[in-house]
């Protein structure tokens, strides 16, 4: 019998955890002589206010969703892989190479190659530690770290040594051809009338964050494979007794999750920049863990901690520019978003479990016993 409501776990311990890391932050920004409130409405109104904040925060989410979703792919299984900047990483390349080697006539036709290019791509850079985790017995934490190392590396060669047009000094490949640049949000939804969404690099990459979240769904719920991931993570060897192979769902799970990984460069590389750059990826691959373990590994819940985590992003950017209160304030507040919903999240989960079992027994102690009991 379960401790609490389903309910109770997927939304009242993120949220109870989430106050208390803005409880804290606040605590911070008085600290430094600063108002916690004043920096609360500069957040808000930065991100939340108007579509240009919106289609910040949504650009960011759409990035913590892909990531998001690549690592509870794995984590399902049971892995952990912290390999989803290297996989990104490698997925713009994918990307980019696939990009310039056509003059695509328009983003229809470029967008579905972009995608399975750096799906492609992510996913291939995911299979090697995912080999050598399921027969070679070498732990994918490790060899996913030491992967995003490499990756990073093979990324800069590239760059410098391959990708760059000629007499340029910058690290970056040439600019996409116009026919492979996706609308952004101001392109598809403004009018004659009103601009919406100016300057902001939300572009239809979002919608395919979202169609990646439902797939995510039916895939590890309504499928066998599903089912046999989840098994698998639950307990390996009721796995194998069930005749599940731990080869085949640790390079399946491995290579999904590199594949939504590597999909995240349709975002960052073609439809924000318009090329590849170096650190694309800007540490998206590594807030996707806490997105994941924040939502619970559940595609609804990656999706609201992906936006949760795209108004940090954004409005600590707001927060930094209107205000005294440095950058890096906000790296903390998002440091105690994760401690609280990740490394103590039983902090308030156990108090939580001992409250609703009180509650429960409560109704059972006014019941009046019949003979048979």
């Known amino acids: 019998m379960d401790t609490m409501p389903k309910w109770a776990d997927v939304v009242l311990i993120p949220l109870i955890s989430i106050l208390i890391a803005f409880l804290i932050s606040g605590l911070v920004i008085l600290a430094i002589g600063e108002d916690p409130i004043m920096a609360l409405k500069t957040m808000v109104q930065g991100s939340l206010m108007s579509t240009y904040g919106w289609g910040y925060t949504l650009y960011y989410a759409t990035n913590f969703m892909f990531t998001g979703l690549a690592f509870a792919v794995a984590f399902h299984a049971g892995l952990f892989n912290i390999g989803g900047e290297g996989q990104a990483m490698l997925g713009g390349l994918g990307v980019a190479l696939i990009c310039l080697a056509l003059p695509w006539p328009h983003w229809t036709l470029a967008l579905p190659a972009a995608m399975i290019a750096g799906a492609l791509f992510g996913a291939a850079w995911a299979a090697i530690p995912a080999y050598l985790q399921a027969a070679r017995g070498s732990h ?81 719920w309504k499928t066998r494979l599903g089912y046999q991931i989840r098994a698998f993570g639950k307990s390996e060897s009721a796995a194998v007794y069930a005749g599940i192979s731990p080869l085949k769902i640790t390079m399946a799970a491995m290579l999904i999750s590199g594949a939504l990984a590597g999909l995240m460069a349709i975002n960052n590389v073609m439809g924000e920049a318009e090329r590849l750059v170096l650190n694309a990826v800007e540490g998206a691959g590594f807030i996707g863990i806490a997105v994941a373990l924040m939502g619970r590994s559940h595609p609804f819940g990656v999706f609201l901690a992906a936006i949760l985590f795209g108004f940090l992003y954004q409005g600590g950017a707001e927060l930094s520019l209107w205000t005294n209160i440095p950058r890096e304030l906000v790296v903390v507040i998002q440091a105690l978003v994760i401690l609280f919903t990740g490394a103590l999240d039983n902090m308030v989960r156990m108090p939580l479990e001992k409250l609703f079992l009180a509650l429960r027994r409560r109704p059972d102690a006014g019941r009046a016993r019949t003979p048979a009991e």
Do not use: H, K
């Open 140 to 220: 994918i934490v490790i060899t996913t770290i030491m992967f995003n190392l490499i990756g990073a590396s093979v990324l800069n060669y590239m760059l410098v040594n391959v990708m760059r047009p000629a007499g340029a000094m910058d690290p970056a490949s040439a600019r996409f051809p116009e026919g492979a640049n996706l609308p952004t949000f101001q392109d598809l939804f403004s009018t004659a009338d009103m601009v919406v969404f100016r300057g902001a690099p939300v572009n239809v990459t979002f919608f395919v964050a979202l169609l990646a979240c439902v797939l995510v769904w039916a895939l590890i």
